[in-house]
C-alpha cells in the first residue's frame, strides 16, 4: 500500500536553537572579540554578594589613593549635613538589606499583617486607594502652587524639578535592583485596584510624600504638631501602598528615608539660591 506524504503548515512546537547572525558568527571568529565575549560572559555570573565584594574594595582602593586634604575638606562637610549623611547611609544599607535572605521573610510577614489580616471592608479600600494618591502628582501641583504663592517662585520652581528628578531616581533604582513586586513573588496576596507596573524597590508614592512633608514643612510656619500630622500623613501614603499589595515595608521604608533625604537636598539648593539672589540685589 502506498502512502503519501502530507506536509502540514502548522508551526513546529519544538524549540529549535536560533541562528546565530551573520555578523556575530564572524565577532566571535576573531580572537579579541571572542576573548571580550568570554569575559563580558563571566561578569553576567557575577552574583550580587560579588558585586558588592568588588565595587567595596574598589572604593576601598581609590579611597586610598586620595590626598589628606580632600578628607579634610570632606569632614568639614561631613559636618555640616549630618543629617543628609546618615540618611544616605540607611538608604544603602536598607538597599544592601535585599542581599539578606532572612529580611525576605521578614518583609513577607509584615507586610501579609498590612495586606490580608484582619476585615477588608469595600469602603475602607476606597479610602485607601484614595489616601495612597497623596503621592502622586496631582498634590505635587498643589503644593507648588502654595510655595508659589505663599513663599517664593523660585522655591516652588525647584520643588517641581526636583520632583521630576526624584522620579527619574526612583526609576533608575527600580531598573537597577529589579525587585519584584509582593503580587509576583507572593501566594494569597491581595491587590486592591490595578496591580502597579514597573518593579517594587523603592515606592515611589511614599518617597513622593516624605520628599513634599520635608520640604513643606521647612517653609510652614507650624508647631511640632504640625510637623507629626504631615509626617503621618506621608506615613499613611507608605501604609497604603501594602494595603493594596503593591510594596514590601523595605520598599516603603527605603522610600521614605530617599524622600526625606531628598527633601533637604532641595532645602539646601533653596537656601544656596536665595543667597545668590540676594548678593545680585
Known amino acids: 500500500m502506498n502512502t503519501i506524504g502530507i506536509t502540514s503548515n502548522q508551526p513546529n512546537n519544538s524549540r529549535s536553537p536560533k541562528p546565530m547572525p551573520e555578523l556575530l ?29 568588588i565595587i567595596s574594595a574598589a572604593l576601598l582602593g581609590f579611597a586610598s589613593l586620595l590626598p589628606q586634604s580632600f578628607w579634610l575638606g570632606l569632614r568639614s562637610m561631613a559636618a555640616e549635613h549630618i543629617t543628609e549623611l546618615v540618611l544616605l547611609m540607611l538608604f544603602g544599607a536598607i538597599t544592601l538589606s535585599l542581599l539578606w535572605a532572612s529580611g525576605q521573610k521578614i518583609d ?46 523660585h522655591v516652588s520652581y525647584v520643588f517641581v524639578l526636583s520632583s521630576l528628578l526624584l522620579w527619574l531616581l526612583v526609576e533608575a533604582i527600580k531598573a537597577i535592583l529589579r525587585r519584584e513586586r509582593p503580587f509576583t513573588g507572593l501566594k494569597d496576596v491581595r491587590v486592591v485596584g490595578q496591580r502597579a507596573r514597573g518593579k517594587s524597590f523603592p515606592s515611589g508614592h511614599t518617597s513622593q510624600a516624605f520628599y513634599t512633608a520635608t520640604l513643606l514643612l521647612a517653609y510652614m510656619d507650624g508647631n511640632v504638631i504640625a510637623h507629626i500630622i504631615i509626617y503621618a500623613i506621608a506615613l499613611v501614603v507608605g501604609i497604603t501602598r501594602m494595603y493594596l499589595g503593591m510594596h ?15 527633601g533637604c537636598i532641595g532645602i539646601i539648593v533653596n ?10 540685589m
Open 271 to 280: 537656601t544656596h539660591i536665595a543667597e545668590s539672589f540676594l548678593k545680585a
Open 108 to 153: 513577607a510577614a509584615v507586610f501579609r499583617f498590612f495586606n490580608t489580616r484582619g476585615t477588608r471592608t469595600p469602603w475602607l479600600d476606597n479610602i485607601m486607594r484614595t489616601l495612597t494618591e497623596l503621592g502622586n502628582g496631582f498634590v505635587t501641583g498643589l503644593v507648588a502652587v502654595y510655595l508659589y504663592a505663599r513663599v517664593s517662585p
Open 25 to 53: 558568527l564572524k565577532l566571535k571568529e576573531n580572537n579579541q572579540c571572542a576573548f571580550c565575549y568570554k569575559v563580558l560572559q563571566k561578569i553576567r555570573r557575577i552574583r550580587p554578594v560579588q558585586w558588592v565584594l
Open 248 to 262: 514590601y515595608p523595605r520598599d516603603v521604608i527605603a522610600g521614605a528615608t530617599l524622600g526625606i533625604f531628598w
